[in-house]
């Protein structure tokens, strides 16, 4: 009779300690991490933007700040840098000749913490969905990122050159020489 006990009793325990522990894996599950900056960033284009649709490598590099991060405490994201380099089958400032971008584009971000660490992340399939100066550039951060893993990348692009390039592309289609350089602002929102 006390082995039949012994081993109800332990039976009972086994089963209390697994009742117990799936609600913990169920809270455990990630909770999406949203986060909005600022980017300022030069643009080089090469070759120079012009009036003749050409392909056109755009190298973009630049500064990530004023970060709202939904994580909170040390490991909130307070800014950082971002690189990418766009690559288009055909680009001009005639917006009549639409912009085709290549396939296969990736960004990569160098985070700022608030503790002082760094963290990094790389978003791949960029899409842009508009030129003209302004336009919208998504993708995906790579589910191996330290930081932001699987998160969606929406970034409202505003490209200016002494003015907004949409003028300077204008002067361009009347003899202006090409655009080489330009710098850029976007908001950028992950979540």
Not at 7 to 28: D, I, R
Not at 90 to 99: E, G, H, K, Q, V
Not at 144 to 169: K, M
Request: charged share 5%; proline share 6%; aromatic share 4%.
């Amino acid at each position: 009779m006390l082995v039949r006990r012994t081993a109800t009793t332990a039976l009972a325990a086994l089963t209390a300690l697994c009742a117990s522990a799936l609600p913990a894996a169920t809270v455990q599950a990630a909770v999406p991490e949203t986060l909005n900056c600022l980017t300022n960033a030069a643009v080089a284009f090469s070759p120079p933007l012009s009036a003749t649709a050409q392909a056109t490598t755009v190298a973009i590099t630049g500064t990530v700040s004023g970060c709202t991060d939904s994580q909170s405490g040390g490991t909130a994201i307070t800014g950082g840098t971002v690189t990418t380099t766009l690559h288009f089958g055909s680009l001009s400032c005639n917006p009549l000749l639409p912009a085709t971008m290549t396939p296969g584009a990736s960004a990569a971000f160098l985070w700022n913490l608030a503790d002082g660490t760094r963290s990094s992340s790389t978003v791949t399939g960029l899409a842009l969905t508009q030129v003209d100066g302004a336009g919208t550039l998504t993708g995906t951060v790579t589910a191996t990122s330290p930081r932001l893993a699987g998160e969606a990348l929406t970034s409202l692009l505003n490209i200016d050159s002494d003015q907004p390039i949409v003028d300077n592309c204008v002067d361009v289609l009347f003899g202006a020489p090409p655009i080489a350089n330009s710098s850029l602002t976007a908001d950028v929102a992950f979540g």
